[in-house]
């Protein structure tokens, strides 16, 4: 299968190798686990790194060498010594640390079964094909793709293939701005509210329309190309559960607290946050909160649990319930998974190792390149 001249497949199958935790490693009691994974650290010393991503649990982060967002992590990834990277986080965030790591560093995803569902809504193959039927409904406007930093490799391959690039959530509207200064339109993948919000933030919200490709029938390619900006049906399943009666119930509970919210989250609930941005934004302002001010957290659960450790004289709380608030890609880099590639990397033995191919690698990096030009 081809897209934009470069071999892939569906993310389902292109890491269906990647190995189960053996039985012996899964009845691990804490204390336990914690001496065995000290004892490998002391082994490999600074031959690995961990990197572990703000949405991890407790027992990741507190063995982690760096914490942060994804691309945050990559790079430090990039400047490190180590021969090993072992990420705590999901699929396309160790793809994107193989793809600016040196070739002699491997990169580790403890567990198979850590795949964002939002980078699995906007697949390279699946969105070659709209692609062709979008550009064919406005043959002579120069549309520029951006892809949010989540999402798989080859698809940062494939904007960076017709002239677009990467974007974080904080730098979005720049991606954005860069895009229309080059083009004439937009398709951004595959967070459909982060580029609703951004297209907000432009003062271009009546230039949207949505493309949906989970609905053959519902899809109107000239329709849809007459807009500026063209957004991909996907999104994040923690942020989108985020409502605005949760802001409600939150200052009914709490009447002094100030609610920020990730810009995953529905148009709707951003406006009715005090404030909203990354997860480096949300955790800069619970850091230079006033002791006593009560801060109600919209993203994934840990990073809350995060900060009411991080920062006990500020009041943390949770815009709604565990439940509602967990990601369960993110859960599946049990500390298990971690005790185990790290006694098999102290044995010589590499397991799970994640690899970009190298045309993927090239182009995608050309596509990052381009965000940091911004």
């Not at 190798?17 to 053996?22: A, D, G, H, K, S």
């Not at 193989?98 to 198979?112: A, E």
């Not at 062709?132 to 520029?144: K, L």
């Not at 951006?146 to 940062?156: G, V």
Request: negative net charge; glycine residues 4%.
């Amino acid at each position: 299968m081809e897209t934009a001249e470069l071999d892939t497949d569906l993310s389902l199958f292109k890491y269906d190798n990647l190995e189960q935790l053996p039985p012996r490693y899964r009845e691990l009691e804490e204390d336990e686990r914690t001496e065995r994974i000290d004892a490998a650290l002391e082994d490999l010393g600074d031959d690995v790194v961990i990197l572990g991503h703000n949405y991890q649990r407790r027992e990741i982060v507190e063995h982690a060498d760096f914490i942060g967002d994804s691309y945050q992590l990559s790079k430090e990834a990039a400047e490190a010594d180590a021969e090993y990277v072992i990420f705590g986080g999901v699929t396309f965030m160790a793809e994107s640390a193989d793809i600016i790591t040196d070739d002699d560093q491997s990169v580790i995803l403890p567990s198979m079964e850590a795949s964002c569902p939002m980078a699995g809504m906007a697949e390279a193959l699946q969105v070659d094909s709209a692609w062709a039927e979008i550009t064919a409904a406005a043959p002579d406007a120069d549309i520029i793709p951006i892809t949010y930093m989540n999402s798989y490799a080859d698809l940062k391959a494939f904007c960076a293939s017709q002239g677009g690039l990467v974007c974080t959530s904080s730098n979005a509207h720049e991606a954005f701005e860069y895009a229309f200064n080059k083009g004439d339109k937009v398709l951004f993948l595959p967070d459909k509210h982060l580029g609703e919000n951004t297209a907000h933030r432009l003062d271009m919200e009546e230039e949207i329309a949505e493309w949906d490709p989970w609905d053959p029938e519902g899809k109107d390619a000239d329709e849809v190309a007459e807009s500026d900006i063209i957004l991909w049906d996907g999104y994040c399943q923690v942020h989108e559960r985020f409502r605005e009666e949760h802001i409600d119930q939150v200052r009914a509970d709490n009447p002094d607290a100030n609610v920020i919210v990730h810009p995953e989250c529905r148009r709707e609930v951003v406006e009715a946050a005090d404030k909203a941005g990354s997860t480096a934004t949300i955790c800069e302002t619970v850091a230079n909160a006033d002791p006593g001010d009560t801060w109600a957290i919209g993203t994934e659960i840990h990073l809350t649990n995060h900060l009411q450790r991080w920062h006990p004289e500020v009041n943390v709380v949770p815009l709604c319930g565990d439940a509602c608030m967990d990601c369960n890609a993110m859960r599946q880099i049990d500390p298990n998974y971690l005790t185990w590639v790290l006694e098999e990397l102290a044995e010589g033995r590499e397991h799970n190792v994640i690899e970009v191919a190298p045309e993927e690698k090239e182009l995608a990096g050309v596509a990052l390149d381009r965000m940091l030009e911004i």
